[in-house]
Every structure is written in C-alpha cells, then in structure tokens.
C-alpha cells in the first residue's frame, strides 16, 4: 500500500475522517509549482469607465460631460477608436504586448445602482433580484478547493465574495502579525487540543474546524513566506503594498489560487477629474510594478489579474462636476496567455440608453464562468447558476 | 429553587444576552412563567428610541438652502446614523427590557431596511418596538406604510402606469409567505394594489395617493377583486403559510437553527390561532419543556450584537467611546441599520470566518483587561506590532471593575465558572490545560473561558 492509500485507509479506520483536509498530510506536500492563480483588484464605490477608456471619437461623449469630458491630446490612443485615460500610461506597455484585455459594456440585467447591493451582485453573482450568502470565489473553494489559504483576501476583513458554505478564504493585513496572534500559547493550545477530538458537525465543531483551519493556513502561509526575499520596489501606496505582498505569496509557493484586494474612492460625485486621475495613476502604476516584478520572478505565465467596480457611472456628468450611480462599465484582465486581447468587443453605445445609463451587452457572470472553466479548471455551472455561456477572454 | 441556574443560563441566553451568576441566583427563586412574563412589556417609558428629532426630516432642504455642499450632507447624514445606532446599542447595553430588544433585533433583520434617512429609520425601528409582542398584522401594515420601507422598496414609484414591483415581491417572498408560495402573476397584480402609497415628503407621513392609484380589477392568489394594499395584507395573514414562515423564523432565532418541523408546524398553528399575537408565540415558546432540552443549549452562534452586548452586559463595561462598538458591530458583521441587503443578516455560520472568530477570541482580554493586553505580551518574536496592540486597547476606553466580579464569583471553582459563563462544555482536553495552572486567579480563568469559541455559542 502506498502512502496515501495508507493514510486514507488508517484515517477511516480511527474516525477521524471528519478532521479538515489540511490535516491530510499528503495534500500539503503536492508543490505549489506552477499553480495558476487570480489575482482579483476590486475598485470601491463605482468607477466612472467613460474617463478611463475614453471613447473620444463620440461627439455625444463631449456633448454629455463638457466640464469633465477629456480632450484627445490628453489621451493614450488605443484602437477602435478609445483611449486610456492619460493616468493610465504605464499599463499601454501591456496593452501593446498583447497582455491585457479590455471588455467593454459588462453588467447585468435590471441593474442595482445602491453601492452595497451591486457589490453584492458582483460578490455573489446572484440575479439582481436574488440574495445568496455565499460569494462566488466561496463556492469555488466550496468545491475545489480544501483549504481556506487558497482564497487569500490581503485585508484586515473578507469580502462576500471568499465566503462559502464549508470554506471561507482567509483575511490576511499582515501574516506575521497574525500568525503571532495566534501563537499566543493560549489560542495553540485551543487549536492544538481540538485536532486530537472528533469535531462534530454542530456549532461547536464548527468553531473549532474554523479555528484549526485558521491557524494551520496561517501557519502554512508563514513558514512558506518567511523565507521570500523580493527585493523588487512598488509605488508606496496602499494597492501597491497589498500586490507586492501578492507577489510574495506567489513567490513563496503557496498553493492559492484566489487573491483579492480593494481599492475605494471611486465614488466620484463631485470634483471628479483630479480625484479619478488620482486614483488610476495609483491603480495602474501599481498593477505595472506588480507585473514587472511577477516577470521578473518567473511567476506572470501563472497569474491573471482581473479588475472590477460594482458599477459604472451615469454617461451625462451632474453639475458639481461629477458622476452620478450609473450601470454597465468595463473590467480588465491581464494575462500571458489571453484569448482575446486589447479591446475585445463593440464600444459603449452613449445613444441607446436605459434611463441615461449604458446598456450591458456582457454578462459579469460569463466573464466569472470563463475564469472558473478556463483558467481555474473548475465547473463553472456548480458555481454560477445564472444561464449565461462563459465569455472566453483567457 | 422554583428556576435551576441551568435554565436560567439558557433562557437568558436566548430572551436576553446573557446573566450574571448573581442575578440568576436571585431570579432562580421564581418559576419560569412569573420570569417570562416579567419581561414581555408592551409599552412603557423607555421604551422607544428618540436620539433622532422629527425636525431632521427636513434636513435635506434645510443643508441645501445653508449652502451645504453634497460631499458635506453626506458626511452629515452618515454622522446622523451613527448617532442612532448608538442611541441603540446604549439602550442595548443599559435596558431591563431585554426581551423587548431581543424581539426589536428580530423585527429589525426581518424586515430589514437601510435608507440614508436617520429619522426615517428610527421610526421604522420605533413601529418594531410598538407591535413587538402584539399583532404581527397591525405592523404589517405600519411596516408597510412606513417612510423608510416605501423609499427602500421604491413604492414612492410605485404609480399605476408604471407599477414598480419591488415592494410586492418583497412583501410575499420576504416578510410574509416565502419564495415559492406566490407566482410572478401574483407579484404584478400585488404591486398594482399598493400603487399610490407614498408619503409626504415634507412631514414624514404616510400618504394615499389616489391619483396613482389602480383602482381596477386585480386577480391575486385567484381570487378576483379591486383589491387595495390592505385587502392583500389580509389576504396574506389569512394564509397559514405566513404563520408558518414567521414561526419558523423565530423558531430559528430562540431555539434552535436547526428546525424541528412537528413541532415549528405546531407553534405555527398556535400563532395562526392567537391572531398572530407575538407574545403568546414567544412566552409558548420559553415555558415549553422541550425549550430546555440538552440539544437546544449551546446549540445556535451568537449574533455579533447578541456578543457584544452579551459581553458589556456580563461585565458591566462602561464605554468612553461608543465609536468603538459602532465600529466593531461592523467588523464582526453586524451593523444595527446597516444589513446588507433586504433580506438581512443571514445569520448564524455566516458570522463565523477564520477573522471574526479570532477577533471574537481576543476581544475578551482586549476589553475586559483594562489596558493591558495580555495577548501581545506573550508574543514570542516582539516587534513594533506590539505597539499597535496597545495603541488599539487604548481607543477601548473601557472600564471593568473587576473587584465586584471577582468578589461574585470567588467561590466558584472552575467546574462552576464555566457553567456560569458558557452554554456548552469545551473538551476536557481544553479543562485540563486550564487546571493544570494553579495559579490562575478567578480573573484569569474567567478571561480564558470567555476567549473560547464556546463563548460564541448561545
């Protein structure tokens, strides 16, 4: 008998095959080498797409935003008649290589324009009138996954969207700092008591599985991490800091395939033009370094990142020089091997309009269950039940 | 003793949040009934919460015309809420009404609404309070026509050449029947019914507004009239499902997350019977024998506001700084006039992730230890993070007096203490640990019971 048919038969045999998988000795020694992974960066409180891929060729663009609407001159010219937005410059580079992937008019039918409840949408990827209490990245690691590790949001809190029924991904600010917490003799010797009793499958075992879990993934996380060494410099931002410990964690070998960060302050009613370059220069200056540095570590042919906002905002500007809630936007993926690159389907329609809001052609869903299948190698339907086909971009 | 300590624990642990050993030991001399009846209070002074002034209803015109800017009513608005959620969570910490907040709790994630309207909400949490234990068909309807739940579910769109369906469908599949007791036929012709309730803008109150009104023929549940809003509420509550869906919610809530169906359809049945009267279902409830049984103790997750209160109340913490709790309800996912969305705190498991239950465990000895922050001084490879930690206990704030807590319990052992501080044993394994240092003070065995995750169970 080998010794993982040995391991299985003696788990049965003494009961305790109710202990999580990390417990499983062989499932941790499978190597972290050459695990595909996604990088997932939530941009906060509704972006306003129409200032980041400027469709500058549209006269009713100008026409609908005179105060904020941005001149060709001070626009990075792509195809198709768009252009970043000029804060955007160093993700052209990118653009140019074939590595990122622009998906134009992605939504969703009846549209929810409150912000936590279309962060919701996104999170669960439920229907608009539809309320699930698991996100879809928590399903995902519901049913292809055994560790709570392999959904890492780098936070102090997780997000709806690592939440699953038996597994949740794991919030980590800072590794050390929590894995001193939890080594504090007290809280081991709680986890290490629980790991010789039976948990059952009440409340109570469920403290002690998520406690067990906790501190096996975090330990894991640490001793792996510990010993990276990435010297490479980001921009001194929050997003910034939160990649390159991203980039650590790839570094380190660790099997996640899930990563997830937040940037907010896109909320942008008023004032909006300093604000949003602002907030892109941010946003595009530390996904670039994020990128170069994966390069760097020989780890990019793994990764995809992935950009979301839980809307776009309205097409005609308000008059503090803002943007109102609006609907349908546009997510970026970056990628070694995209199937579609560049900009990769029709342009906003500023003429049809659903009460003053973009119509959405894309489906998030079909964006998500083209991630799931073809880069996660997961069943997308058991996770996605909206009946959308994938829209295969990777 | 009329009352064993044990039911007293567990009883307290479900109508209110928690008991002290002193107190339970005075209360174990009435019988059940008398305790349960104790706390079922309709009205009386306290009752309701009046942080917010009615004079706020205006407070947006009134920003506006001081030329307040939108980013500054924001802010405003934003300050507003907090100020009412605090205004709660004090009555939350201070009321001998416990059951009365226990029941508004339920009331509140059960027909769960967030407006940006501070005097709005508080009075739809006030419509809560006042029906609490009376006629769940009388709030209903005052639920229904209340300010906050017409703008949260777009009812002041609601007009009958466009018939916004939101309320419709929300009232059948969330505060009534359940998904899959109504067609989509049914949700059409219930929000033409309530086509034309609003209300007035400028005083808050409900308002018919006939002209927008479709006074014609509607086919609801099959049966064909010119059904209004009211007739459909009637037909709603005439519907044992409603008692049903009700029943088993609050079953959830008080006794156990797992249901027992017999006997959910039983107590549906004695609702349906009593006209729907709350607190008849709930006192049915805690005088049953089988409320007491082994598999109904300890069994259900404390709710983050059911832990926090719980905490502050069992200790007697005096808080400096309410931010701090405002800000943990939050963080431990459970912000009083923040859910999530309509269909409210989901509750249960979904509280528990790897980040709220290490928190759940610091917490004890960040609050309860006066400024020392036992948990970073043990920390083997000390760095600047140490720093944090104490800097993080300072905004706590709290006060605990300790003396009268030890003095309360000085006598008990460890075998005793944990009774008294927790619904279900932790392994034996975990006791003999905390046995094995003789020199734990009664202080110290009582923070290292309240930081185990058998603390979160009520």
């Known amino acids: 008998m080998d010794r993982r048919g040995f391991i299985r038969t003696s788990s049965l045999a003494s009961g305790y095959f109710l202990i999580p998988g990390f417990l499983k000795p062989l499932e941790n020694l499978r190597p972290g080498e050459g695990q595909k992974n996604i990088v997932i960066i939530q941009l906060s409180g509704g972006n306003d797409w129409l200032n980041t891929i400027v469709p500058y060729k549209n006269e009713l663009y100008y026409k609908k935003r005179p105060k904020i609407g941005l001149k060709e001159d001070k626009l990075i010219l792509l195809e198709k008649d768009l252009a970043f937005n000029n804060s955007l410059a160093v993700l052209k580079q990118f653009y140019d290589s074939g590595e990122m992937a622009i998906v134009n008019n992605v939504g969703y039918p009846n549209p929810d324009r409150s912000h936590f ?20 990245l928590g399903r995902y690691l519901d049913n292809d996954c ?29 590794i050390k700092q929590l894995y001193n917490e939890l080594k504090v003799p007290y809280f081991n010797d709680i986890a290490q008591a629980a790991k010789s009793d039976v948990l059952n499958e009440d409340n109570q075992g469920y403290l002690y599985k998520t406690l067990l879990e906790t501190s096996s993934s975090v330990d894991y996380i640490y001793e792996k991490n510990k010993i990276v060494n990435n010297t490479f410099e980001y921009p001194n931002s929050e997003l910034g800091k939160q990649l390159k410990d991203i980039a650590n964690f790839i570094a380190s070998g660790i099997s996640t395939k899930v990563y997830y960060v937040s940037m907010g302050g896109f909320d942008t009613h008023a004032a909006q033009l300093d604000r949003q370059n602002n907030l892109l220069d941010q946003y595009a200056k530390a996904v670039s370094a994020f990128i170069v540095n994966l390069k760097g570590l020989n780890k990019w042919d793994d990764t995809t990142v992935f950009t979301f906002s839980e809307f776009g905002r309205r097409v005609e500007e308000n008059a503090s020089a803002g943007t109102d809630h609006g609907t349908a936007g546009n997510v970026f993926l970056f990628g070694k091997n995209l199937k579609k690159k560049g900009i990769v389907n029709e342009l906003p329609d500023l003429e049809n309009l659903d009460d003053g809001d973009l119509k959405y052609h894309v489906d998030f869903r079909s964006i998500y269950k083209n991630i799931l299948e073809d880069w996660l190698q997961a069943d997308a339907n058991k996770i996605i039940s909206a009946n959308v086909n994938p829209f295969k971009v990777i | ?27 174990s001399q009435k019988t059940l009934n008398e305790i349960i009846n104790g706390l079922i209070v309709t009205s009386s002074t306290g009752t309701y919460l009046t942080e917010i002034k009615k004079e706020d209803i205006l407070l947006k015109k009134e920003a506006m015309d001081n030329g307040m800017t939108p980013k500054e009513y924001q802010k405003l608005i934003k300050d507003k809420l907090q100020e009412l959620n605090i205004s709660w969570t004090k009555k939350l910490l201070n009321t001998e009404n416990v059951l009365l907040e226990k029941q508004t709790l339920f009331w509140h994630n059960h027909f769960a609404c967030r407006v940006r309207h501070p005097y709005l909400m508080q009075e739809l949490n006030n419509i809560h309070r006042k029906f609490a234990f009376s006629s769940f068909r009388d709030m209903l309807v005052e639920v229904s026509k209340s300010p906050a739940m017409l703008i949260y579910l777009n009812n002041q769109q609601n007009k009958k050449a466009h018939p916004n369906e939101n309320f419709a469908r929300e009232l059948m599949e969330l505060f009534t029947l359940g998904r899959g007791n109504y067609t989509e036929q049914d949700v059409q012709e219930v929000a033409r019914a309530f086509t034309g309730w609003g209300f007035n803008k400028d005083d808050g109150t409900f308002e018919f507004k006939e002209k927008q009104h479709d006074a014609g023929e509607k086919t609801i549940f099959t049966r064909k009239g010119n059904f209004g809003g009211e007739d459909v509420i009637n037909m709603l509550i005439s519907n044992k499902q409603t008692a049903y869906f009700i029943t088993k919610k609050m079953y959830k809530y008080y006794v156990n997350e797992n249901v027992n169906e017999e006997r959910v359809k039983q107590l549906a049945d004695f609702y349906y019977q009593n006209q729907y009267n709350t607190g008849a279902l709930i006192k049915k409830i805690f005088t049953s024998t089988w409320f007491y049984d082994a598999e109904n103790m300890g069994c259900n997750i404390k709710s ?38 309509v269909a409210g705190w989901p509750g249960g498991k979904t509280y528990i992730d790897s980040t709220t239950l290490v928190l759940r465990m ?40 300790w003396g009268v807590i030890i003095e309360e319990n000085k006598n008990l052992d460890l075998d005793k203490l944990l009774k008294v501080y927790l619904l279900k044993s932790p392994s034996q394994k975990i006791t003999d640990k905390i046995k094995s240092d003789p020199s734990l003070g009664v202080k110290e065995m009582i923070l290292k019971i309240v930081s185990l995750p058998e603390y979160n169970l009520a």
């Open chain 1, 146 to 174: 055994k560790n709570s590790y392999e959904g890492i949001e780098v936070d102090n809190y997780l997000s709806l969207a690592l939440k699953g029924k038996k597994l949740n991904g794991l919030a980590v600010k800072n």
């Open chain 2, 1 to 27: 003793m009329a009352t064993p300590l044990g039911q007293i624990f567990h009883v307290y642990s479900r109508l209110g949040f928690g008991i002290s050993y002193a107190k339970a030991k005075l209360l």
């Open chain 2, 362 to 401: 610091k917490l004890p000895s960040l609050i309860l230890n006066n400024g020392e922050v036992e948990i970073a001084d043990k920390i083997d490879d000390p760095d600047d993070q140490k720093k944090e930690e104490v800097l993080e206990n300072k905004k706590f704030g709290t006060t605990v007096n």
């Open chain 1, 117 to 136: 409840r279309s962060m919701d949408i996104w999170h669960t990827a439920s229907s608009s009138n539809e309320f699930l209490h698991t996100g879809w």
């Open chain 2, 304 to 341: 983050p506001v059911d832990y926090l209160i719980g905490l502050s109340r069992q200790f007697s913490i005096s808080y400096s700084n309410y931010d701090v709790l405002f800000k943990l309800q939050r963080v431990l996912g459970q912000q009083l006039f923040y859910p999530p969305n």
